[in-house]
């Protein structure tokens, strides 16, 4: 018997969780590929395999298989192994679905890695390719529980292009092979090398299949099929809108959406009341505020006639006219995340802008909808405050993890690594309700957390936290195992994007992709351990803050901003006024500016800073800032300065000067979104200047 490293991919990873228009696309696409995973893993067990990544205990952990019975019979008539397939099928128990046990539980990573012992190449290559077939059966068993969901809320089951949806699920998933032998246990690092190798040219011969052109089962083409509206990639399989019945209503399509197969299962599985809008969240700190409000028969009185507070009282009204909102399919439920949402389990999107009045617009010609509006519009009308319109969509990934992985030299290694981040991941679901988040996706080191404003830093840093104290331990057994080995621990690297619920979801994503690039950091000493800020406002400005989860002075000061924002000691120019010194300090250095000028601007900018400081005012217009305030302001300020002269070492020594002024102003802009409750704060002390 020879021992071989196999190793198996899924994907891909855009087809499946990038391309997503709600929060419940992007959960529930990163639901389907990690089942897939899971059918693939159950097989590769079966066939006796053992796991290095995922985890056994992952792989057998609870896991929703739609329909245990009918993918047991479609794994089995796919792969050919009824053993796989049964044991696939007992996954999760007796196939209830457990909200709790789902949202408690990780993610599957797309990529599996096992050795198996086997006689000849040909024994490897056929364990592969059912462990390929058995993921694919998965996903046709989802599939067709999915179809069913549509057809019951169409107006005309037949209307659906059922042809189509079945080509585009035949050929939705890629699959990546590739093996490398394994002598004995000494070549191990060689033989995972080689491996790794193998599989990136396995990824570049990839199979260029034909594009779907909308071809039906007889080979006729059906022209003029509108293309899916999460990445017009894939022709949409709904009818036209006069045949689609309760599907907007039931499903939450919009006015004019399309949506491929692989779109409509993502829909039809995240409608479960499992997934959290992101307008939910948006609103949690409002909402929260009066939940856990203490108020005595006195301040009771006051706030019958008061408008701008939304008190326990209010939010039970709120409460009433969102269920009959929910009841006629205008709201959606959020009851997952182990009901961490349950004083408001709601998706509160019509508390946001003109969401309410364009409802109404919509649904003058329906009496019952129209009733339930007018009784929400009512409530809204005693509250003058509306929730703080901006989320926080969290990415993370390690950094380091693949030249760490490369330092196992052994399969005890390998495996100690892969428990080490199992063990962070399955943290991660906790980790985000502790900070009133949703974790979308956690698998390994990659991470996507959705989070309200205010506990998205110090979620950040928890997850960081979490991630040395689990890794920490395999890092010193690798150091003892071999004293002479260079292994540098890895570490997290968290990008947060801070964007309007309104904003597309795939805008969202991007953005929040590109904070975790920018928490990366462009020099080399410093990359990784980082936290990203970048807030996204609506008129198209960005802003933007890094900082290291080692720099406990900077997240000191940062969280001293958002208490004096929320205490209002700071007035909202503020922070526009020490970035415009910025500005100032290099137009004064435009071009090339004599020696003596690029020494005097150091003194014009520090006079300029505290010009600002004697200038500004708390809120009210009386107090000025405390003179401890200004003290940190100046050292933060001076801090900052050393910072970018490390971090910018091609640049002129004046160049650090305006960078310090930006990134101060900048820290501040953040610290006023994060710290808003309500849009009228952000209207009041961070929409403008």
């Not at 007992?90 to 789902?102: F, R, T």
């Not at 009045?357 to 405050?385: G, M, P, Y």
């Not at 057994?477 to 597309?504: F, K, Q, T, W, Y």
């Not at 890094?546 to 929320?566: C, M």
Request: charged share 25%.
């Amino acid at each position: 018997m020879s021992r071989w490293l196999l190793q198996v991919s899924f994907g891909p990873v855009q087809g499946f969780i990038a391309s997503a228009r709600r929060s419940r696309d992007l959960w529930a696409g990163s639901y389907i590929l990690s089942e897939v995973a899971r059918a693939a893993a159950v097989s590769l067990i079966d066939a006796g395999a053992t796991l290095i990544y995922p985890t056994r205990t992952a792989v057998l952990a609870h896991g929703r298989m739609p329909s245990r019975s009918v993918h047991a019979q479609s794994a089995k008539s796919a792969t050919g192994i009824p053993a796989a397939a049964s044991h696939a099928a007992s996954v999760g128990g007796d196939g209830s679905d457990d909200p709790k046990a789902i949202d408690g539980s990780s993610n599957l990573s797309n990529t599996l890695l096992v050795v198996v012992e086997v006689e000849m190449v040909k024994d490897v290559r056929t364990i592969a390719e059912h462990a390929q077939a058995a993921g694919r059966a998965a996903l046709k068993c989802i599939s067709k529980q999915e179809l069913m969901q549509w057809k019951q809320v169409l107006a005309d089951p037949n209307g659906l292009r059922e042809a189509l949806w079945h080509s585009q699920i035949d050929t939705a998933i890629d699959s990546y092979a590739a093996w490398s032998r394994c002598a004995s246990a000494s070549e191990y690092p060689q033989a995972y090398a080689a491996l790794k190798r193998a599989f990136v040219a396995r990824k570049h011969t990839r199979d260029f299949r034909p594009h779907s052109d909308g071809r039906l089962e007889d080979g006729s083409v059906d022209l003029g099929i509108p293309k899916s509206s999460l990445d017009g990639v894939n022709e949409s399989v709904l009818p036209e809108k006069a045949k689609r019945g309760r599907a907007p209503q039931v499903m939450g399509l919009s006015e004019g959406e399309q949506l491929d197969a692989l779109g409509c299962i993502k829909r039809s599985l995240g409608r479960q009341e499992r997934f959290t809008a992101l307008s939910r969240l948006a609103a949690d700190t409002w909402i929260e505020q009066a939940a856990q409000m203490q108020i005595t028969p006195e301040q009771i009185a006051k706030t019958q006639t008061e408008r701008s507070v939304l008190t326990p009282a209010r939010l039970g009204r709120l409460n009433t006219a969102y269920e009959e909102l929910a009841k006629v399919g205008l709201a959606t439920r959020s009851r997952g995340n182990c009901g961490h949402y349950m004083s408001f389990p709601y998706d509160a999107g019509l508390l946001f802008g003109g969401a309410l009045k364009l409802a109404q617009r919509e649904a003058e010609h329906d009496r019952s909808a129209s009733e339930c509006l007018k009784q929400l519009a009512n409530v809204l009308a005693e509250i003058e405050t509306r929730p703080n319109p901006y989320v926080a969509l969290l990415v993370a990934d390690g950094d380091g993890m693949g030249q760490f992985l490369g330092r196992a030299t052994c399969q005890d290694e390998h495996v100690g690594i892969t428990e080490a981040i199992t063990k962070f991941a399955d943290q991660v679901p906790a980790i985000a309700r502790e900070h009133r988040g949703h974790a979308i996706y956690a698998g390994g080191d990659d991470l996507l957390v959705a989070f309200p404003l205010a506990g998205v830093v110090k979620a950040a840093r928890n997850l960081a936290m979490k991630f040395q104290g689990a890794i920490e331990p395999i890092h010193q057994r690798l150091l003892a195992n071999d004293p002479d080995r260079a292994v540098r621990m890895p570490s997290l690297r968290v990008g947060v994007a801070i964007c309007h619920v309104h904003e597309p979801m795939a805008f969202i994503r991007r953005c929040a992709d590109a904070a975790e690039k920018f928490a990366k950091g462009k020099v080399a000493a410093c990359q990784g351990n980082a936290l990203g800020l970048r807030l996204h406002i609506r008129s198209g400005h960005m802003i933007s803050a890094r900082f290291r989860f080692d720099d406990e002075a900077a997240f000191g000061a940062f969280d001293q901003w958002q208490q004096q924002y929320r205490e209002g000691h700071v007035p909202g120019r503020l922070a526009y006024d020490i970035r415009a010194i910025a500005a100032d300090i290099e137009r004064l250095l435009s071009g090339q500016p004599a020696p003596e000028t690029q020494e005097q601007a150091d003194a014009i900018a520090a006079n300029a800073f505290e010009r600002v400081l004697e200038r500004a005012r708390a809120r009210g217009g009386e107090q000025k800032l405390s003179d401890d305030l200004r003290r940190d302001l100046r050292v933060r300020r001076d801090v900052l300065r050393a910072a970018m002269s490390e971090t910018l070492p091609d640049s002129r020594p004046c160049d650090g000067l305006a960078a310090s002024y930006r990134a101060l102003g900048e820290e501040l802009i953040l610290a006023r979104w994060l710290s808003a409750t309500s849009s009228k704060e952000l209207g009041e002390r961070g929409g403008s200047r």
